[in-house]
């Protein structure tokens, strides 16, 4: 290996690689969040016999960035007697732990920079060059829980700070309902690390290699529930449809985010599309093999598994985001009370039995699930 | 500085480096959008601009209601079970090493949490809406 | 480059933690407490024990924060009233006392008896190998099982203690 110039350590070219990575990364997920709102509207419009937004460029095209545009010319309002500090800070931090979760995800295998190998992951990087390990961090689903139970403040904050009942209301229905969801998803997580025995997402996504029998999903039974419940609760967390209580137009005009107005409310905006987006990733990563493809070893010439594994990652990552779009045009809104019901009378006892389950299983098929029970 | 892959060079890991570089990234955005929108946009200040919303009525009264109590319990719900939650964590990466004794003291420890969800549901601390406690105590009369 | 990084985390917390007591409004001092957790947090990182730094900002910031703003909000104290009460600041001047004098003995004692640098029976190369998080798991279930189990009983307590203070306000 060559090593060139050193800087604290590390190669200058693993810096170059670096900032180039973090640069193309940043520069994606801005243009699906940007994108998935035109693909939600034109999808949705379909879905209900209606064409979307068609007028801005071919299809529409360019409808997020004249969104975009509009929304920079328009006066920002701060409320009287409003908690200014707080005001202004909240759609921050709603919106910066929704952009820096995707930053542990593995988007990919490994790819050869000038001799350099490199790993399709923001916070990871390969120490050992000649064999290619990857070493990320060693927590990596925590870090993303951890990030998810800030995105709590974002809401409670403009919920309080605004000096309005609407936003109060709806920053308070959202933070009680962030933390039931929050619970259940965090507990749905634990079968992965069952099948596992790690923390680190690039492990987790090792394991699941191998062809679709591999993944998470589909090991044994308890794992597809975990699988199910956890998708659905992240769903809950993030305020989507059919648990888009906080924001519910009929009677709370637009809960915690209502005397927002210009960047600040496309902050809001901003961030639940990027949560939605880290969810299918997360989901993808942790139940449906990452970035690995459903058969394996179909290609595998050269360079190709390099455009393999981030198109597969991409493929089910949009997959998901389209299931999403599908459920908000399908179900109607739940009432409160139901919506709390289901997270602490359902979900939760459902996921501590799931804990148990997966455990048990791991246990006494040390082997595989299915081939024990076939065999 | 040594570049031996078992040991660390440094304290502070080095995936830890992109990832607060993209937290930069993250941030010189939103810093950029927030400038921008605050150059381009309109400022006309209004007393009736700035009054907080109420569909076209002129606010009435403080909008600092006092929480009702569900949402404290919620909250202290939330702790318990997310304390919980982090001893399964440690268990759940260790079960290999930990084997059938493992499994069943954290049964154990689960089931006492779910006794306690047992117990809070049937005395009502998962009964939402003010109308819930009415609609129970209205069937027990009939 | 990790004394300088040191030394911005730390000041970070000390500068947040002062604030907590420094801010008017009480909103503000519950951020600078969140603050001061993930530079504890932080700090835990470049000590090799990132599942203490998770639980930290998970439990610490993400939890128990919760609550204390739910709280906070209840209260609906905008802004602090001007009135101190004496006592809290005997209180506070005592416990100060204290800390201080401790950290002084701490600092002052023979280079024999130093707290820090002290090896115990896991190490980095540990850390780095077996993984933090398995390690923790196998102390807690071996060791430590017996607290392990009274911390269950301990949790519910907290969930009989908290319906039971609730049911009575209704």
Avoid at chain 1, 245 to 251: D, K, V
Avoid at chain 3, 148 to 168: D, H, M, P, Q, Y
Wanted: hydrophobic share 55%.
């Amino acid at each position: 290996m060559e090593n060139g110039m050193i800087f604290l350590g590390l190669p200058v070219a693993y810096y170059i690689a670096m900032i180039a990575k973090v640069l193309v990364v940043f520069v994606c997920v801005l243009l699906t969040v940007a994108y998935a709102t035109w693909a939600e509207r034109k999808l949705i419009g379909h879905m209900q016999v209606r064409i979307g937004p068609k007028r801005v460029g071919p299809f529409g095209l360019l409808q997020p960035i004249a969104d975009g545009l509009k929304l920079f010319f328009k006066e920002e309002i701060v409320p009287a007697q409003a908690s200014t500090f707080a005001f202004l800070l909240a759609p921050l931090i709603a919106l910066i732990p929704a952009f820096i979760a995707f930053a542990v995800i593995p988007f990919g295998g490994t790819i050869e920079v000038g001799g350099y190998k490199l790993p399709l992951q923001i916070a990871g990087y390969i120490a050992d060059q000649p064999s290619g390990k990857v070493i990320d961090l060693n927590v990596g689903v925590l870090y993303i829980l951890a990030l998810a139970s800030l995105g709590v403040y974002g809401i409670v904050l403009a919920g309080w700070s605004s000096n309005s009942k609407y936003s109060l209301l709806g920053g308070l229905r959202a933070s009680a309902q962030i933390v039931s969801y929050e619970l259940a998803a965090g507990l749905a997580i634990v079968s992965v690390f069952l099948m596992s025995g790690s923390l680190s997402l690039q492990q987790i996504v090792a394991d699941q290699a191998g062809g679709v029998a591999n993944w998470y999903f589909i090991r044994q039974p308890f794992a597809f529930v975990a699988f199910i419940v956890y998708f659905i609760c992240s769903l809950a967390e993030i305020n989507r449809t059919p648990f888009d209580l906080p924001e519910a137009e009929t009677e709370l005009v637009s809960g915690f985010g209502t005397e927002y107005s210009s960047m600040k409310y496309a902050m809001f905006f901003m961030a639940e599309y990027a949560n939605m987006i880290t969810v299918c990733a997360v989901t993808v990563t942790l139940f449906l093999g990452g970035w690995h493809e459903p058969i394996p070893q179909v290609v595998s010439i050269g360079g190709w598994e390099f455009y393999l594994s981030w198109a597969n990652f991409v493929i089910k990552v949009y997959f998901l985001i389209f299931v999403c779009m599908w459920i908000r045009a399908t179900y109607p809104r739940y009432r409160y009370d139901q919506l709390m019901a289901l997270g602490w009378k359902f979900f939760l006892p459902l996921t501590l039995l799931c804990v148990v389950g997966t455990g048990a299983v791991v246990y006494f098929f040390p082997n595989g699930f299915w081939g024990a029970l076939f065999s | 500085m040594s570049m031996n892959p078992a040991q660390p060079t440094t304290t502070l890991p080095p995936e830890l480096l992109p990832l607060a570089l993209y937290t930069m990234a993250a941030l010189l955005l939103i810093t950029v959008l927030l400038m921008a929108a605050w150059w381009l946009g309109a400022k006309k200040r209004g007393a009736v601009k700035e009054a907080p919303y109420e569909s076209g009525v002129a606010p009435t009264g403080s909008a600092r209601l006092a929480y009702p109590v569900p949402f404290y319990l919620v909250a202290i719900f939330f702790i318990v079970f997310d304390v919980e939650a982090a001893f399964i964590f440690t268990w759940a990466v260790a079960w290999d090493a930990l084997g059938m004794a493992g499994l069943i003291h954290i049964s154990f420890f689960i089931v006492v949490l779910m006794l306690g969800l047992v117990w809070l549901w049937r005395k009502g601390g998962l009964e939402w809406g003010p109308s819930a406690e009415g609609r129970r105590s209205a069937y027990k009369k009939s | 480059m990790d004394s300088i990084f040191f030394y911005i985390v730390a000041a970070t917390a000390v500068i947040s933690g002062i604030l907590v007591v420094g801010c008017k409004n009480p909103i503000n001092s519950a951020l600078s407490l969140i603050m001061t957790f993930f530079s504890l947090a932080t700090l835990y990182v470049m000590l090799d024990a990132p599942f203490m730094a998770a639980i930290q900002v998970i439990v610490y910031a993400g939890a128990i924060m919760v609550l204390i703003v739910f709280v906070i909000m209840l209260l609906n104290i905008r802004i602090e009233s001007g009135k101190r009460y004496m006592h809290t600041r005997v209180m506070g001047a005592i416990l100060g006392a204290v800390v201080l004098i401790e950290t002084l003995y701490v600092i002052m004692r023979p280079a024999s008896q130093n707290l820090t640098g002290g090896k115990g029976p896991v190490d980095a190369a540990m850390v780095l190998n077996v993984g933090h998080t398995e390690l923790i798991g196998r102390a807690l279930f071996t060791d430590y099982l017996l607290p392990f189990e009274i911390t269950s009983i301990l949790l519910l307590v907290a969930i009989v203690g908290a319906v039971l203070l609730a049911k009575r306000k209704v």
